[in-house]
């Protein structure tokens, strides 16, 4: 669920409205080329979950379970996330790209751009960071727009790809705890 709050954190701007169309039926996959990281279907455990990609939005309801391996509950857990669009025959970087420092003290921050897309729907008893091997969120049904509004041309092919990694409490990067996944598609302008 986490590349939820990117794709809905782009609607901050005013403009233009592109619906982004998906090139697989997977939620995300693996990033390429980084044989040595985790994917989402490493970490989270969705058999629980009911997603349907509608037209214009996606709903999704059910539970979903933490099993991220190499990762202990009071690890830190920090990432990014960057939009990048294919030009040219390779894919370039946007301006939009999202950092965080301590993600489990930001996931159920109402102020944060992933919250009213993502976290808001975790019923407040499951609300733990994702570092929790074994936890279970269950969700209140909801759904997240796929078409938002943009203040500049985002026609053409993109992805969203998501980094985590996990500090222990020296601050040390755990090793085999990295994580990477990555969504694919295409924006088309409706409006």
């Known amino acids: 669920m986490l590349w939820i709050w990117i794709l809905g954190s782009v609607s901050l701007a005013a403009g233009h409205r592109f619906d982004f169309i998906r090139d697989s039926e997977d939620i995300a996959e693996d990033c390429p080329n980084m044989p040595d990281t985790k994917g989402i279907f490493d970490i989270v455990d969705l058999t629980g979950l009911t997603i349907e990609f509608n037209e214009g939005y996606v709903s999704c309801s059910g539970e979903a379970k933490m099993m991220w391996e190499d990762v202990e509950p009071t690890d830190r857990i ?13 894919w370039q970087p946007t301006t939009f790209f999202v950092r965080v420092f301590n993600f489990c003290e930001r996931q159920f921050d109402n102020n944060s751009i992933w919250y009213d897309i993502w976290t808001r729907h975790i019923r407040e008893e499951d609300r733990k960071c ?5 936890h279970v969120y269950h969700y209140q049904p909801f759904d997240v727009e796929t078409v938002n509004d943009f203040p500049t041309n985002m026609e053409g092919r993109h992805k969203i790809v998501i980094h985590l990694d996990a500090y222990d409490k020296l601050n040390v990067k755990r090793r085999n705890a990295a994580v990477c996944f990555q969504i694919s598609g295409e924006f088309i302008k409706v409006k």
């Not at 920090?78 to 390779?90: N, S």
Request: avoid cysteine; hydrophobic fraction near 30%; charge should be positive.
């Open 130 to 134: 994702i570092n929790h091997y074994g």
């Open 78 to 90: 920090a990432g990014y996330g960057e939009l990048f669009k294919f030009q040219r025959g390779t």
